[in-house]
C-alpha cells in the first residue's frame, strides 16, 4: 500500500521557475526522504529530513516538514531542464525502518 | 563505492515460466530491499531483509514469489510462474541499516515482461 500521496501528479514548468511539489502521508514516520527517477532508470536519493526536523536545504532543493499534519513539501529553485524526472517521498517508519514510497511528482522543465 | 548491482538488465518471458533476479547490495550495508514498480506507479515493498533475516514480507504474492539472501549479503528474488501483471521494473536498495539517516541506494533495476 502506498504511505504518501503526492500533489501535484504532473507539473509543467519553464526554466528558472520554482518547482514545489507536496506530500501527504498517514502514520507517524522516523524520517522522509526524497528521491527522483529519470525516465527508465534507478531511484536517486536527493534528502531526508528527520522527524524532529522542520526543513532542510541542499543546494537547489528545500524540504519542509510538518509532522502535525503530516505533509513534506519539496521545493526546487532555479529550475532547469535537466531535473525533468519523476519526484517521490517516502517515509520510514517502525522499527524495522520500512521504506514506503509515495505516488509520484511528474515535472517538466521546458526550456 | 561502487553501487547496489542488480541483474539482468531486461527480461522477457512468457506467462507461467519462471525467472530469478539477482541484486548485490553496497559492501556492509546491513538492510536490502526488493521493491516492485509498475509503469506509473510509485514503488511497492516486496520483501525487507536485515542481514540475512526477513523483516517485512507482507505484500509478498507468497504463492509465486520467493526470496533469499544467503550469508546476508547477495540476494535473489524468483517468480515462479510467472502472470501477465508482474510486468514491471524490480529494483534493489540497500541501505547501512537503522537509524543511521542516511538515504538507501537503489540499483537500476531489472525490467521484466510477460508476455
Known amino acids: 500500500s502506498q504511505q504518501g500521496e503526492e500533489d501535484p501528479q504532473a507539473l509543467s514548468i519553464q526554466e528558472g521557475e520554482n518547482a514545489t511539489m507536496n506530500c501527504s502521508y498517514k502514520t507517524s514516520i522516523n524520517n522522509l526522504q526524497w528521491y527522483r527517477q529519470n525516465s527508465g532508470r534507478g531511484l536517486v536519493h536527493l534528502i531526508l529530513i528527520r522527524s524532529n526536523e522542520r526543513e532542510k536545504h541542499s543546494g537547489r532543493l528545500r524540504v519542509t516538514l510538518d509532522t502535525s499534519k503530516k505533509s513534506s513539501s519539496l521545493l526546487i529553485t532555479a529550475s532547469r531542464a535537466a531535473d525533468t524526472a519523476s519526484y517521490f517521498c517516502a517515509t520510514v517508519t517502525g522499527g524495522g525502518n520500512k521504506l514506503t514510497f509515495g505516488t509520484g511528482t511528474q515535472l517538466k522543465v521546458e526550456l | 563505492e561502487a553501487g547496489v548491482a542488480q541483474s539482468p538488465r531486461y527480461k522477457i518471458i512468457e506467462k507461467r515460466q519462471s525467472v530469478a533476479f539477482w541484486c548485490n547490495p553496497i559492501?556492509?550495508?546491513?538492510?536490502l530491499y526488493w521493491y516492485q514498480q509498475i509503469l506509473g506507479q510509485g514503488p511497492k515493498l516486496l520483501i525487507q531483509f536485515q542481514n540475512n533475516g526477513v523483516v517485512d514480507d507482507s505484500q509478498l504474492p507468497k504463492d509465486r514469489f520467493s526470496a533469499e539472501r544467503l550469508k546476508g549479503v547477495d540476494s535473489t528474488l524468483k517468480i515462479q510462474p510467472a502472470k501477465l501483471e508482474d510486468s514491471a521494473v524490480y529494483l534493489c536498495a540497500s541501505s547501512p541499516g537503522p537509524g543511521t539517516g542516511i538515504g538507501y541506494t537503489f540499483g537500476s533495476g531489472t525490467r521484466l515482461t510477460v508476455v
Open positions: 559492501s556492509g550495508h546491513a538492510t
